[in-house]
């Protein structure tokens, strides 16, 4: 599984699915819809005619899209349930490969104080953290980069 897949339409727009999984006969994409980020009175007409375009090149370049609420993906018995009933129980046709690649980016100024302070108190021996920020202000990119240094200072730990 490859997180942000890049795809491209047929007149050079660019679109990142959120997630996109190979086997040895199908590609499928799946996409973590929050009402905040795919809710057309929201988004706006705009924003909502891309979500529609990157549904249609998933379309035409043979990519099983499979849309699942961020309300669904909270519950991770349930998410396992319907991802087991759209792609199987065996996984063995599943594709590695290999390098995992993701999408570039700056920390806004923000989320790297947060990180520094979670770093920062881990030092002091706290375990559980719990960060407070508005709607889409990158709580789980913190999250991931948090992870990801983590995973530097402990050998053998798969973040």
């Given amino acids: 599984m490859t997180r942000e897949y890049g795809i491209s339409?047929?007149?050079?727009n660019n679109y990142f699915l959120d997630y996109f999984i190979r086997t040895q006969n199908e590609r499928y994409a799946v996409e973590e819809n929050g009402l905040n980020f795919h809710h057309p009175q929201i988004i706006g007409e705009e924003k909502y005619r891309k979500q529609l375009n990157k549904q249609n090149t998933c379309v035409l370049w043979?990519?099983?899209l499979f849309r699942f609420s961020k309300e669904d993906c909270a519950f991770q018995n349930r998410i396992e349930d319907d991802i087991k009933q759209?792609?199987?129980k065996d996984t063995t046709a599943f594709v590695?490969?290999?390098?995992?690649?993701?999408r570039k980016v700056e920390l806004y100024e923000h989320q790297t104080i947060s990180?520094?302070?979670i770093q920062k108190r881990r030092m002091a021996g706290i375990k559980a953290f719990l960060i407070v920020l508005p709607?889409?202000?990158?709580?789980?990119?913190?999250?991931?980069?948090d992870l990801r240094e983590f995973a530097k200072e402990k050998p053998g730990f798969r973040g």
């Fill in 96 to 102: 590695d490969d290999g390098l995992k690649i993701d």
């Fill in 86 to 88: 759209y792609f199987g």
């Fill in 135 to 145: 709607t889409a202000s990158g709580k789980s990119r913190i999250v991931e980069e």
């Fill in 9 to 12: 339409d047929e007149n050079g």
């Fill in 62 to 64: 043979g990519i099983k």
């Fill in 115 to 117: 990180l520094q302070e």
